[in-house]
């Protein structure tokens, strides 16, 4: 987009195995068939623009992003403050630094970020969705997101 410093990814894992059945911690929670043919797909689907990535420490965020990691020849951080429940505000805030970074994270954190992004009159193409392995590609300038982008999910 004209005007733009860089840009940001948020990705929400891809599908996971049914979470009534799981008896386990839902943390170690993985990936289905499903969400294992998603993640092999995101670098097909989201491109070599990704400098690095932070993952929410849940089994089925890692699963997720290990592909792409992998296929782009970078290291996954682990990062607490993208696990359910947490703030989505400090993930907006890193999303705005930019720098080709891909965060991946939960449905609930998404789902806030991006009505956030919306209820602040920030253009999105795409609609406020978040499925299971989407992506939104953030456009940032100026310290600020500007633009958001939803990508849907691979498969």
Do not use: N
Not at 37 to 62: H, T, W
Not at 76 to 90: F, K, M, Q, S
Not at 121 to 142: C, D, N
Request: charged letters at 15%; one cysteine or more; aromatic letters at 6%.
């Amino acid at each position: 987009m004209p005007g733009t410093e860089s840009t940001a990814y948020l990705l929400r894992h891809a599908k996971a195995g049914s979470r009534e059945r799981w008896t386990s911690p839902d943390r170690e929670r993985p990936l289905s068939h499903a969400g294992t043919v998603q993640a092999a797909a995101l670098f097909a689907v989201l491109g070599s623009g990704i400098r690095s990535i932070r993952s929410s420490p849940y089994v089925r965020c890692m699963q997720t992003v290990q592909p792409l990691a992998t296929a782009l020849g970078l290291h996954v951080v682990t990062e607490p403050r993208l696990a359910e429940g947490e703030d989505p505000d400090w993930t907006a805030r890193q999303l705005a630094l930019g720098g080709g970074a891909l965060f991946c994270t939960h449905g609930d954190v998404m789902a806030a970020v991006v009505c956030g992004l919306s209820e602040a009159s920030v253009p999105l193409v795409g609609g406020m969705q978040w499925a299971k392995g989407s992506t939104w590609v953030f456009e940032v300038g100026g310290g600020r997101i500007v633009a958001g982008r939803y990508v849907p999910p691979p498969g």
